[in-house]
């Protein structure tokens, strides 16, 4: 039995965890509740056991931001504080808080209004009171703030957005307009594609085609007026779509970016090495540079996970897990990663497809968000580590991709019974192609049931060192919907050749 531990060896040993107040406490304090036309300051300075307090509000016209600034620095100043770079505590709120992050420069902290703090009266004093209160406490750390040549690059491409957002809005409302006249060509393809404009324009000048989905009754008059107008402005914010894409293109090339190793490069130069990474394209990569500008902001590939809302949040209460909650992050770039995601799940032709596909089938409720989130993770962390190191995107250090190692043999002798027939009908011949198959695709293909994948499991585990893979699930939910995903994407790579590849 051990020896029962002393009271003062207990104190001592946890006294190394208790942190002392002033070590905490900065010499000032200064937070700023900002809105559209003024803003509320607070300073506050340590003075000997307590605290000076100074309040203020201020308009929000530069000249009045630029005396904002220098009422803090004289009110430092006269009480011998050495304020350079000048350090405050704002809220982000939407862009208002900007104009007063470049008056003061020096290093702010922004937060998110959430983490301010609640209390029972809320007001622009007490807000600000809050903020400084976290700004002499060093509760947060300096936040980053872009240069003008990244803004400029945010903000063509949130003119794309809202584009491309307009362009989608166009198409939607003429496929609303044709069905209420019959009219169902829309669901044959997309309304704007290159069938359905041509049916579309025919109707808007008073024709009547003879193709599917087209109703035998013309478009009333008035309405073909409406359609040609709503096709000229679709026409405009598709090519205002693609004039901005160039745009901020030829603005990314031009701008410098910094690799993890310290090293300045253009953005010509970085984003062939963000497309090397699977699933990213050149709109990905200009996203993924205005948003993230330098990996070293981040401390590590799990903290830009989190920024990128890749990152899953547990609510735990009694020691038992309450809640699955997925973090917001940037919305811009989670929405765009997720989309890179999808794609490569739906088409397999990479590992990380086939790796979020196995993943999806492995759960029966929400299996494909659920795999379109981990491998958005993945992706993440793939283009920190591209630009942490300024090296193309490479498989070699993942593993979760690779087939087991087996012997190879015939089909014939592996054991599998009468499943042999069934794998050698789909061009299965050898024991490698069979195991490529099953950590792959084989789930879907017709005529393989649970008791084949079971049979083929049993031959790894006996064949194969530490071989501890569940194999895929026996939910006919998880069939169905790997059946129908593959009758999605006709362009997945067969099991023969994933296993060249």
């Known amino acids: 039995m051990a020896p029962k531990a ?96 470049r008056a003061f420069g020096g290093e702010p902290r922004i937060i998110n209004p959430m983490l301010a703090g609640a209390s029972k009266r809320k007001t622009d004093v007490l807000d600000a009171r809050m903020l400084a209160y976290h700004a002499i406490t060093g509760l ?19 003119n794309r957005r809202n584009a491309q957002r307009r362009a989608t809005q166009l198409s939607n409302r003429l496929n609303n307009i044709v069905l209420r006249f019959g009219h169902t060509f829309g669901t044959l393809g997309k309304v704007m594609g290159s069938f359905g404009r041509a049916i579309l324009e025919d109707l808007a000048s008073g024709k009547l085609p003879d193709a599917p989905g087209v109703c035998p009754q013309p478009l009333p008059e008035q309405v073909r007026g409406t359609l040609l107008q709503h096709i000229a402005e679709y026409d405009a914010q598709r090519q205002r779509v693609a004039e901005l894409t160039r745009q901020a293109t030829r603005h990314a090339h031009n701008t410098e970016f910094v690799l993890g190793t310290g090293e300045i490069v253009s953005g010509k130069q970085l984003m062939p090495l963000l497309e090397t990474v699977p699933g990213i394209g050149p709109l990905t990569a200009l996203l993924w540079m205005a948003e993230i500008v330098a990996v070293h902001r981040f401390p590590s590939a799990k903290a830009l996970a989190a920024f990128a809302g890749c990152d899953p949040s547990l609510k735990i209460s009694a020691g038992k897990v309450a809640q699955h909650v997925r973090r917001g992050g940037n919305k811009t770039l989670h929405h765009a990663l997720m989309q890179a995601a999808g794609q490569l799940i739906q088409k397999r032709n990479e590992p990380f497809g086939r790796w ?43 593993n979760f991709w690779r087939v087991p190692d087996v012997p190879s043999i015939p089909i014939q002798d592996m054991g599998l019974g009468r499943f042999t027939k069934i794998l050698s009908s789909l061009e299965l011949h050898t024991s490698n192609q069979v195991v490529n198959a099953y950590m792959t695709t084989l789930a879907s293909e017709k005529g393989v049931g649970e008791k084949c994948l079971a049979s083929i499991k049993q031959w790894l585990s006996q064949h194969t060192k530490g071989f501890t893979s569940t194999g895929p699930s026996s939910d006919a939910r998880v069939r169905k919907s790997a059946h129908r995903l593959k009758r999605a994407s006709p362009t997945a790579s067969s099991p023969t050749d994933a296993s060249s590849k």
Not at 43 to 60: I, Q, S, W, Y
Not at 365 to 390: D, E, I, M, P
């Open 6 to 101: 002393r009271i003062e060896d207990l104190f001592t040993a946890s006294r190394a965890d208790v942190v002392e107040p002033q070590q905490l406490m900065a010499e000032y304090g200064i937070g700023i509740d900002t809105h559209s036309r003024f803003i509320q300051v607070c300073l506050l300075l340590r003075k000997d056991e307590g605290f000076l307090r100074f309040e203020r509000d201020f308009a929000t016209d530069w000249p009045v931001l630029n005396e904002a600034r220098q009422w803090c620095c004289d009110l430092l100043r006269v009480h011998g504080v050495h304020a350079d770079p000048l350090r405050y505590v704002l809220e982000s709120t939407s862009t208002y808080h900007l104009p007063v992050v």
């Open 140 to 158: 947060w750390p300096p936040s980053f703030v872009p240069d003008d040549a990244i803004q400029v690059l945010r903000v063509l491409l949130g």
């Open 356 to 398: 979020g596909y196995k993943l999806m089938r492995s759960h029966p409720k929400g299996g494909f968000r659920k795999a379109c989130g981990a491998v958005a993770r993945r992706l993440a962390t793939s283009l920190y580590h591209v630009q942490r190191t300024g090296e193309s995107f490479s498989y070699d250090k993942y």
